[in-house]
């Protein structure tokens, strides 16, 4: 099993590209080692020294280290954790722990505006932040905010405020003219 690294634009982040499925469809985000109980693979990577997150694509693992730690030293253990997942046979994700689409639902006097969004976030913005290891889910919408939540390599990321601000709320304001500002939450 041989698996590819690509740099993000997240400097604490890095994407393994294991050359197979990872997720069937959706995505798993544990940004705490306490968060990853529904899933083996999650566990084993968090078992390395210094990762603070780990969060799953369709055929990606994003790994988030801790500032203080350097991928020179944690990098081989991560690899080797990914690699001796996928050698056991193990399942990605155990019993009720599901990939998720992401978005919140809502549904109320703005469900079609809302549904716009979902279908622009995931024609046009979606497919480019899993290139660099993330995923922005729609989080709600209330007089004209629109309210994301950025995971894997997007959540911390220097250029998310950019990214945000010329490029989705941009691209929104476009298309729905309803759209008047984007903001990021946490969740």
Request: charged share 20%; net charge negative.
């Amino acid at each position: 099993m041989f698996i590819q690294t690509e740099s993000t634009p997240n400097p604490a982040t890095l994407k393994f590209l294991p050359g197979q499925a990872v997720l069937g469809a959706g995505t798993a985000d544990f940004p705490t080692a306490d968060t990853a109980g529904a899933s083996p693979l999650a566990q084993r990577i968090f078992a390395v020294s210094g990762v603070t997150g780990v969060f799953f694509g369709g055929d990606f693992v994003t790994v988030t280290k801790a500032d203080d730690v350097e991928w020179d030293h944690i990098k081989p253990g991560i690899l080797g954790a990914i690699m001796e997942h996928f050698q056991s046979g193990q399942p990605v994700m155990a019993g009720e722990g599901e990939a998720a689409s992401g978005h919140a639902d809502h549904d109320g006097p703005d469900a079609e505006i809302v549904g716009q969004i979902k279908e622009l976030l995931d024609t046009r913005v979606r497919p480019a932040v899993a290139q660099d290891g993330g995923d922005i889910t729609f989080h709600g919408f209330d007089r004209g905010v629109v309210y994301l939540h950025m995971q894997g390599a997007c959540a911390g990321c220097p250029s998310s405020t950019l990214t945000l601000k010329m490029g989705i709320e941009n691209l929104l304001r476009h298309y729905i003219p309803e759209v008047t500002e984007v903001r990021p939450v946490a969740v």
